[in-house]
């Protein structure tokens, strides 16, 4: 694979993240969506974390969109206005060589210039490479909700991590 650029998403990626998207929601748990947005959704997503102010960003590598995350408010009440929760995914056929990683790692940091104070994942199906790459970037175990979701004829917990992002470095924890 080609080196990997990190850089903010435009509304012409929209159809690249559709793509990436569907995959997971076709093949994954690590979204209870049973059917996949169209990538006029994903414009709208788009434009609508970018006109807050939250980071969007995609990885690209060779000119293709690779990956893609995001940061958005964890709750729409105000006492939510410093927590963020970060939806990353990563195309089928570039994990296992670091996107996700420096995805995760630049949306921290974006999201921390934005003033987030805190991040939430939640992790769809307790994915084990989801589990395994927040916790490598400094997210804790927050909770676990047993049997929530039900995809591919089994019932899946949700796991909830979460990152101080005040601190440059991760909490050892």
Same mark, same amino acid.
């Given at each position: 694979?080609?080196?990997?650029?990190?850089?903010? @998403?435009?509304?012409? *990626?929209?159809?690249?993240?559709? @793509?990436?998207?569907?995959?997971?929601?076709?093949?994954?748990?690590?979204?209870? *969506?049973?059917?996949a947005p169209d990538a006029r959704a994903w414009? /709208?997503?788009?434009?609508?974390?970018?006109?807050?102010?939250?980071?969007?960003?995609?990885?690209?590598?060779?000119?293709?969109?690779?990956?893609?995350?995001?940061?958005?408010?964890?709750?729409?009440?105000?006492?939510?206005?410093?927590?963020?929760?970060?939806?990353?995914?990563?195309?089928?056929?570039?994990?296992? $060589?670091?996107?996700?990683?420096?995805?995760?790692? @630049?949306?921290?940091?974006?999201? $921390?210039?934005?003033?987030?104070?805190?991040?939430?994942?939640?992790?769809?199906?307790?994915?084990?490479?989801?589990?395994?790459?927040?916790?490598?970037?400094?997210?804790? /175990?927050?909770?676990r909700l047993c049997n929530v979701g039900f995809k591919f004829g089994?019932?899946? *917990?949700?796991?909830?991590?979460?990152?101080?992002?005040?601190?440059?470095?991760?909490?050892?924890?």
């Amino acid at each position: 694979m080609a080196e990997v650029t990190i850089r903010p @998403a435009r509304d012409t *990626d929209a159809q690249a993240v559709g @793509a990436i998207y569907a995959f997971h929601v076709a093949h994954s748990t690590a979204t209870f *969506d049973t059917v996949a947005p169209d990538a006029r959704a994903w414009r /709208e997503k788009i434009a609508g974390v970018t006109t807050r102010g939250w980071p969007f960003l995609v990885a690209e590598s060779g000119g293709t969109v690779v990956g893609f995350c995001y940061a958005t408010q964890f709750r729409d009440r105000a006492a939510y206005s410093f927590t963020c929760e970060d939806s990353i995914y990563v195309a089928d056929e570039a994990r296992g $060589r670091g996107v996700g990683r420096a995805l995760l790692a @630049a949306l921290v940091a974006a999201a $921390r210039e934005c003033g987030f104070r805190q991040m939430i994942a939640v992790v769809g199906g307790g994915e084990p490479a989801s589990v395994a790459l927040h916790a490598a970037l400094g997210f804790t /175990e927050a909770g676990r909700l047993c049997n929530v979701g039900f995809k591919f004829g089994r019932t899946l *917990d949700t796991v909830y991590m979460q990152r101080d992002l005040t601190r440059e470095e991760p909490d050892p924890r």
